[in-house]
């Protein structure tokens, strides 16, 4: 077996996509598999350094990537971000992934490009233990978010450029014989915590380096990206500080400014100082209602929808908006934001063409009109398949159409004058092309959905493992209109409003209820309503369930970023807390200040319910559960009034305000806010490779309330 590692080259990329499409876990899985054009394309997009490919015989059996932009996130000055990291099975015990890996970071070295960035699934526990092994320390979100994975940084490159010039000659020829990272750096455990130290109020982190006898320890600022100091130790033990050479590159922190805050009819567009990202916020809406990123005068350089560069900008006011400007050398981009009579218009001016914007629906209930007609709760797999990974392989809406979402509270309607990318159901990437007089023009509509009193929509699907559809010629639902404020039939009476009436099972007295809290498994590690397990749970053992290293109770609580937060959305439930017991269903966290405890009647026709509080926490606060369900099964749900009927095989994402689950044996599981919930209280249903996990959200400092009930048929709301 000999194995090549070289550059990607032309003709590549179909046996690249060949090779990611024939394995479920490669590191950019979109449904369905992409095409090598959808791959070559997508190369492009991201503005790549550099595409290292591992070939065999000819066959292509591994690749790394290092690009300026993934499409999620866009690199700083200096930086680059990993991705497209993958090794095909029979290969991973071997010396590819530490030569692809050590090859990458060689070409940065050479490039000027000296902090590395890459995001890994925790639950991975091979690929993460590799990336600590090789010097990767965490410098921001120690816990999987919404995306599944933590990102790390590699400052070696950097350490090593900056310290290079004041070498002896002993040490040069040392680092000269490098030919593998995970030989150097002093090991890092594999605990998902900050490895940051504040020191004198910067943020920092400390690297031990090993060239043969010599040892370079470093400390970098995290923020600026430079070394702040550094000393090498000889053989004999004296220690000598370094001159540092600054980096071929500045890098511009946050300044953090107010955002630029202008609205009308209960809605308000906060525009971000640093990197231009628009937010529409609404009443009666928990987190923005719409998102849109800024375009940048560099076509190469634009911002991710979960991350964005600070950019010099200059932002002022205007009627009813405001006017933003960014100047890169003689290219510029103006961009007039406003608000007027609920629509929303953005238009841009440039003279070379700027880089594409994404733009995010914040409704996470409600319903998705799909151009061609069909509707769709929103999620991710639904309508649309989730391209989040490989965005070249996002679907094409032509113009002419135009796209739609209703939810409780507002609908959102989207007029496509030029092609619109769809990601998934709720992202969107669009690309500006001017018209006659030089201007590009975005417009997107808000207009109040209005109360309802009719019945419900039941929307149901014939096969729940292929699909959904809304039940509209059965119940006389109608579409609405955002242009002319016309309401959607879906909508039911009080929907979101937090009213919930208690739910009783059906009764059988015989039925004996037995819950166990265990304060070391952190929760629940057993549910059973006479025979029906209702819980799963590996405990006493600790198992991988979805993108959590540690899962061992079927039913717990953790503190999460916020559901609409951008940079992470809410994680998997694998916060570390230490629980003590307070009495059989009660736990207490003295460190975070959390407390829960459940209500268990012995009357099986009564809901369990789990009460939290949570006082001090400024982060959301999830109940996380895992139901006992077939691999896969059938959730009934009400999001934003409409009663959906799915197949836990045809989504991948989902908010609720309430569900209800098949379990293993027939009977339904039934997940509720509690009466005295807030109304912003909802649940996420996530499907995995593991199972069905089910999270019921409440906001920060606020009533959390939850009602649990088994049946054995679906509960109407």
């Not at 800024?294 to 200059?314: M, N, Q, T, V």
């Not at 305000?657 to 919930?677: E, I, N, Y």
Request: aromatic share 6%; hydrophobic share 35%.
């Amino acid at each position: 077996m000999s194995i090549t590692i070289r550059p990607y080259q032309e003709g590549d990329a179909h046996d690249i996509a060949a090779l990611y499409n024939r394995h479920r876990d490669n590191p950019n899985p979109v449904a369905g598999g992409i095409t090598g054009d959808e791959l070559e394309r997508e190369l492009a997009e991201r503005d790549t350094g550099t595409f290292l490919v591992a070939v065999d015989g000819g066959r292509v059996v591994g690749t790394f990537g290092l690009f300026h932009n993934t499409g999620r996130r866009s690199a700083r000055a200096g930086e680059l971000i990993a991705d497209m990291f993958f090794v095909a099975p029979a290969y991973r015990n071997g010396v590819i992934t530490g030569r692809l890996f050590t090859e990458a970071v060689e070409w940065m070295v050479q490039s000027g490009c000296l902090v590395l960035r890459l995001t890994v699934n925790p639950a991975n526990s091979v690929a993460f233990k590799l990336y600590r092994r090789v010097g990767c320390v965490s410098v921001g979100q120690t816990v999987p978010g919404e995306d599944g994975n933590v990102e790390l940084h590699n400052y070696i490159p950097l350490v090593l450029r900056s310290v290079f010039a004041d070498l002896g000659p002993e040490v040069r020829s040392a680092l000269g014989g490098l030919n593998s990272f995970g030989t150097v750096t002093e090991a890092r455990d594999d605990e998902l915590r900050s490895d940051v130290r504040l020191v004198d109020g910067v943020r920092t982190v400390d690297y031990h380096l090993a060239l043969g006898e010599f040892r370079i320890t470093a400390s970098v600022d995290v923020d600026r990206g430079v070394v702040r100091g550094a000393e090498v130790t000889g053989p004999d033990g004296t220690a000598r500080a370094l001159r540092l050479t600054e980096p071929p590159y500045h890098v511009r922190a946050p300044r953090r400014p107010e955002p630029h805050r202008f609205g009308t009819g209960g809605l308000v567009c906060e525009v971000d100082g640093d990197d231009g990202t628009l937010s529409v916020l609404a009443e009666g809406h928990h987190g923005p209602l719409f998102v849109s990123t800024w375009p940048s005068c560099r076509a190469d350089r634009p911002a991710g929808w979960r991350e964005g560069e600070p950019r010099d900008l200059d932002i002022v006011a205007v009627e009813n908006g405001v006017r933003v400007t960014e100047r890169c050398g003689e290219d510029e981009v103006v961009g007039t934001v406003t608000l007027t009579e609920g629509t929303l218009r953005q238009d841009f001016a440039f003279a070379s063409r700027p880089g594409r914007i994404f733009q995010t629906v914040g409704l996470r209930q409600g319903t998705f009109v799909h151009p061609d007609g069909e509707r769709h709760p929103i999620g991710l797999g639904l309508g649309v398949r989730d391209a989040s990974e490989a965005v070249a392989a996002s679907q094409v809406v032509p113009a002419g159409t135009e796209l739609a979402w209703h939810g409780t509270s507002w609908g959102i309607g989207l007029p496509v004058r030029e092609p619109v990318r769809l990601i998934h159901s709720a992202l969107l990437e669009r690309g500006l092309a001017a018209d006659p007089d030089g201007v590009a023009r975005l417009r997107t509509d808000f207009r109040p959905t209005a109360a309802r009193t009719d019945a419900q929509t039941d929307a149901r699907t014939a096969d729940a493992g292929t699909g959904v559809r809304t039940a509209d010629a059965e119940t006389g639902a109608r579409t609405a209109d955002v242009e002319t404020g016309a309401r959607t039939a879906e909508a039911g009476a009080d929907a979101g409003a937090g009213a919930v009436r208690p739910v009783r099972t059906d009764s059988n007295p015989s039925a004996v209820r037995r819950l166990e809290l265990t304060a070391s498994a952190a929760g629940v590690t057993s549910w059973k309503e006479g025979t029906t397990k209702v819980l799963r749970s590996p405990y006493p053992r600790t198992r991988v369930f979805g993108y959590n290293p540690r899962w061992s109770a079927g039913m717990w609580v953790t503190a999460e970023n916020s559901r609409f937060g951008r940079a992470s959305g809410l994680g998997w439930g694998v916060r570390p807390t230490v629980w003590e017991e307070k009495h059989p269903l009660g736990l207490f966290a003295p460190r975070e200040r959390i407390g829960w405890e459940l209500t268990a009647p012995e009357d099986t026709a009564e809901p369990v319910r789990a009460d939290i509080q949570a006082p001090d926490s400024e982060e959301e606060i999830v109940l996380w559960l895992t139901p006992n369900t077939p691999r896969e099964t059938t959730v009934v749900l009400d999001s934003a009034g409409t009663r959906w009927e799915l197949g836990s095989a045809g989504f991948r994402q989902i908010w609720a305000t309430a569900a209800t689950v098949r379990l293993a044996d027939g009977s339904w599981l039934d997940c509720r806010p509690a009466d005295g919930a807030c109304a912003q209280a909802e649940l996420v249903l996530r499907t995995t490779p593991s199972g069905l996990l089910i999270g019921c959200v409440s906001p920060a400092r606020r009533p959390s309330a939850w009602q649990l009930a088994v049946h054995s048929e679906p509960t109407r709301s």
